[in-house]
């Protein structure tokens, strides 16, 4: 499905990922966690096309290259921002994304009318976006990102600001969709909840710390949970750093210049539980 | 109370921080005062020629010092040759020079003035006024009005038939005639009349840079933009799609604004002006949207963005010709005022309903509209590409 081979990227000389090499299979979940400037935001934006790398190459669905028509129409995107149009309906915002990926008429009816069951919104499907609680703009923004029907969905921390009992029935969506075939690449801040995924990927300053099925790396570290792991792996890596460094302090990774200004979330990585 | 402080502190380092607020600040009042005060600290000039043909040539040299007396007057020379006797083509000449922007306005003394004078008739002045600007037309036939009392008292003494002794001796100056002929415009013709029409491209100008700017910013900060880039489309076609949205949404202000002034204005207009007026129009929609979303670009949020409105406004409202004229500003504001899409339009603009010329007739300024917004266009490209690349 993603075939990512020795790929760098800098923003004017400063690394943002060293040498990565990953090979994410579909019809998985796969979790990618890392404090803020790990460089998760930009192997999303990568793996999207919409920044190239300096070296390294990638394959998307067989041979795609990210970018391309053909590969971003079959990708799916929900952004950390509440990215909807606030004067339109719900159903309205699903409708014009629909249409952004070509779609129309019956199709796009028939679509809309599914995703929003899919997400239970079809109630509030006349609603003005702007009306809506945080929780049910995710909702929104999920549905949206799903109308064409992806073979790849990107989700950038999709449940910032949503309360524990619908960031569990997010999961069952992400269950269910990852069922049926589609792959989803998830970031989160939520260690815990990445733990509900397939396999996880541990980034730290451009490069990967560690991989694997969440239940292994918990056995492998010894630890608790996937939160306690993802802190000793961090401490293995960089013999003195503390859980507080790596939760607080910007190891200068990679986000691309500019950041992600929207979020402003301190990670929890590091933090012990 | 103390909180009161604390916001205020808050306020005052969140400003103090943001380097481009601060230079907004305080420097763009200073800029755009510095600019307006440089190319007006003199008062504007009337230009006046005279024209004289046959014996009235002896007054020529006494009315050009009186109107030289004249506060805010200068007398230029027009381009009539000497052998040119016949009055149509020398009124013809005149004309043509007026047009040609030679002075605001001309004073024709014609050949029969001093037998005029002699034989007991008033004696009648031509004044040939461009017409355009109000302002102008008053300075040259008030200062004329003036020079030509100070003539009349030099020439031979008029007295009528039923003058008596007393009379000869007091109030013998019978003050010259003078005719007014207007290129443009007539006697009728109000101030209000030459700031009206240059009202619809400055507000159609105005309302979509702020609109196209804020919405554009708006899109980019909430992380839509990146949503429809990441979707099977190009940046140009997002921009076409949000050109043409805007563009069907100002169609009818700017049709609102149109209707209005037609009502205001105090003469009649042509069908074919109005439809010279919509192209002037739809073009200044273009460059204003294009140059809305090349400033969303440059702004990093929404507060960024509105304090570009004032920078990208106000040297169009005192440059763009719309106030005063820039033919008297020093050179290089002059060429500053060209630079600025306002200017063309308002000129295109006025020679289109005060002058009542085609549109082809104003080409150069069409031509510089044309290049404004290709040239928009193409650095909306390149910068539109450089965000792509530092998106986030």
Redesign the interface.
């Given at each position: 499905m993603i075939e990512i081979e020795h790929v760098r990227k800098a923003y004017r000389g400063r690394p943002a990922l060293h040498d990565l090499s990953l090979h994410i299979p579909e019809g998985r979940i796969f979790g990618l966690l890392g404090p803020n400037g790990a460089g998760k935001?930009t192997l999303l934006?990568l793996i999207?096309?919409?920044?190239q790398p300096d070296a390294g190459r990638i394959r998307l669905f067989d041979g795609l290259a990210p970018g391309s028509?053909a590969a971003?129409?079959q990708?799916g995107?929900m952004?950390?921002?509440?990215?909807?149009?606030e004067g339109l309906t719900v159903r309205e915002n699903v409708r014009f994304?629909g249409h952004?990926?070509?779609l129309d008429g019956a199709v796009l009816d028939a679509r809309t009318t599914e995703v929003l069951e899919r997400v239970e919104l079809s109630e509030r499907q006349e609603s003005l976006s702007g009306t809506l609680s945080g929780g049910m703009m995710r909702r929104a923004m999920l549905a949206s990102a799903l109308v064409h029907q992806p073979r790849l969905l990107i989700l950038d921390e999709p449940t910032a600001g949503v309360d524990p009992l619908l960031r569990l029935r997010f999961w069952d969506w992400f269950r269910r969709l990852a069922s049926e075939g589609i792959t989803l690449l998830v970031t989160t801040h939520h260690i815990s909840e990445a733990s509900r995924g397939d396999e996880v990927l541990f980034l730290r300053e451009g490069s990967i710390l560690e991989q694997g099925r969440p239940d292994e790396l918990i056995r492998r570290y010894g630890a608790a949970d996937l939160e306690a792991a993802f802190v000793q792996a961090t401490r293995r890596a960089v013999p003195g750093d503390d859980a507080s460094r790596t939760a607080n302090g910007d190891p200068g990774g990679g986000?691309?210049?500019?950041?992600?200004p929207?979020t402003g979330q301190v990670p929890s990585g590091g933090v012990p539980a | 109370m103390k909180a009161i402080g604390w916001i205020a502190v808050r306020v005052i380092l969140e400003i103090v921080r943001d380097r481009r607020t601060l230079a907004f600040f305080f420097l763009v009042p200073v800029l755009v005062m510095s600019l307006v005060y440089l190319a007006l600290f003199k008062d504007e000039t009337a230009r006046v020629a005279v024209v004289a043909r046959g014996a009235a040539r002896l007054f020529v040299y006494d009315l050009e010092r009186a109107l030289e007396q004249e506060k805010d007057v200068v007398v230029v020379p027009v381009d009539i040759p000497d052998d040119v006797r016949d009055p149509k083509l020398i009124q013809a000449d005149i004309e043509d020079a007026l047009r040609k922007g030679q002075a605001d306005g001309v004073l024709y003394f014609e050949e029969s003035l001093l037998a005029d004078r002699f034989s007991g008739k008033r004696g009648t002045l031509h004044l040939y006024l461009e017409g355009s600007r109000p302002t102008l037309t008053g300075l040259v036939a008030s200062a004329v009005g003036d020079a030509s009392d100070d003539l009349a008292a030099s020439l031979p003494v008029v007295i009528d038939s039923d003058c008596s002794a007393k009379c000869a001796n007091s109030v013998n100056v019978k003050p010259l005639q003078i005719d007014k002929h207007y290129l443009y415009g007539s006697e009728d013709y109000r101030l209000i009349d030459f700031f009206l029409p240059v009202l619809l491209p400055f507000f159609v100008f105005f309302l979509t840079f702020i609109l196209s700017n804020i919405a554009f910013q708006r899109e980019r900060v909430r992380g839509t933009l990146e949503r429809l880039l990441i979707a099977p489309l190009s940046l140009p076609q997002v921009v076409l799609g949000y050109m043409l949205g805007f563009l069907l949404f100002s169609i009818p202000q700017a049709a609102i604004v149109l209707v209005y002034l037609l009502a205001l204005i105090g003469f009649p207009v042509s069908v074919a002006q109005v439809g010279d007026l919509c192209v002037i129009t739809l073009l200044m929609l273009l460059i204003a949207l294009l140059l809305g979303l090349l400033v969303s670009f440059a702004a990093r949020n929404e507060f960024q963005a509105v304090q570009f409105i004032p920078l990208v406004i106000l040297p169009q409202v005192f440059f763009s010709d719309m106030i005063w004229s820039i033919d008297r500003f020093a050179w290089p504001f002059r060429w500053f005022a060209m630079l600025l899409p306002l200017t063309h339009a308002n000129i295109a603009t006025r020679d289109v309903m005060l002058k009542h010329q085609h549109l082809w007739q104003t080409w150069p300024n069409l031509l510089a509209l044309l290049a404004m917004f290709v040239a928009a266009l193409l650095l909306l490209a390149w910068v539109g590409r450089r965000h792509r690349d530092m998106l986030g």
């Open positions: 935001t934006r999207m096309g919409v920044l028509p971003t129409r990708i995107y952004p950390q921002q509440l990215a909807l149009y994304f952004m990926y070509g986000d691309p210049p500019g950041g992600n929207s | -």
